[in-house]
């Protein structure tokens, strides 16, 4: 059974950057839809960013020009860089998987905590 392996998480300070990683023990389907997505303390789990199999991406308007979501095929790893981190950025961040045109996630990965603080 394929499963998500988040890594990367941690406490930064507001402006820093951090580097999540998503490794999937199966290969990424061109099919996959993969993303992040982030739940803070109280709140629904909020979609971040999105990337098709082909690379094309999709970002919530909050971190636009902040974070960038990519893929590495060789490695069935999807990476966000996040960049200029703010306190409202502090959350559980999880990574997904659903079928291209389905909206249903159909795998979630453990999550990873950050943190944003001075």
């Known amino acids: 059974q394929v499963q998500l392996v988040e890594s990367g998480g941690g406490l930064v300070q507001p402006g820093g950057s951090l580097r999540l990683s998503c490794a999937s023990s199966?290969?990424?389907?061109?099919?996959?839809?993969m993303g992040w997505y982030r739940q803070a303390p109280g709140t629904q789990r909020q979609l971040v960013a999105t990337?098709?199999?082909?690379?094309?991406?999709n970002y919530v308007d909050s971190v636009k020009g902040r974070f960038t979501i990519s893929i590495d095929n060789a490695k069935n790893t999807v990476y966000l860089q996040m960049n200029s981190l703010k306190p409202e950025d502090t959350a559980v961040y999880y990574c997904?998987?659903?079928?291209?045109?389905?909206?249903?996630?159909?795998?979630w990965g453990q999550g990873t905590q950050v943190t944003v603080s001075s």
């Open positions: 990337i098709t199999g082909g690379g094309s991406t």
């Open positions: 199966g290969n990424i389907s061109v099919s996959n839809v």
């Open positions: 997904s998987r659903r079928r291209l045109g389905s909206p249903n996630i159909n795998l």
